[in-house]
């Protein structure tokens, strides 16, 4: 049974951080990403890396603060957030793909199969 699991969601003031881990397993994958969704938005791509740990993806947004990193060993995905912004706030979700992505698509929801149950992050201002 294929499991995702977030963990590391909370509160926290603006210009703060907060890491967000994501357990899988089940089965192997080839990319693992995060999306996010905020309320009356869709869900939108934050980041993705590939298993191998080679090829890693951010969206504009979240370049140079938003670092996604991985460890084989945990079989665990991880979300460093930093310089954390209101806009951040969002119900943040991992999801993983039987994909690699040599160019684009990895910004597409439809090339998950697996998601995890969200976890909360808010920043306050």
């Known amino acids: 049974q294929v499991q995702l699991v977030e963990s590391g969601g909370g509160l926290v003031q603006a210009g703060g951080s907060l890491r967000l881990s994501c357990a899988a397993s089940?089965?192997?994958?080839?990319?693992l990403g995060w999306f996010r969704q905020a309320p009356g938005k869709a869900r939108e791509f934050v980041a993705a890396?590939?298993?191998?740990?080679?090829?890693?993806y951010y969206a504009d947004s979240v370049k140079g603060r938003f670092t996604i990193s991985r460890d084989i060993r945990k079989n665990t995905v991880y979300l460093q957030m930093n310089s954390l912004k209101p806009e951040d706030t969002a119900v943040y979700y991992c999801?993983?793909?039987?994909?690699?992505?040599?160019?684009?698509?990895?910004?597409?929801?439809?090339?998950?199969?697996?998601w995890g149950q969200g976890t909360q992050v808010t920043v306050s201002s």
């Open positions: 890396i590939s298993w191998s740990g080679e090829s890693t």
């Open positions: 089940g089965r192997t994958f080839s990319t």
């Open positions: 999801a993983a793909s039987t994909r690699t992505f040599n160019s684009g698509g990895y910004y597409y929801t439809s090339e998950y199969v697996y």
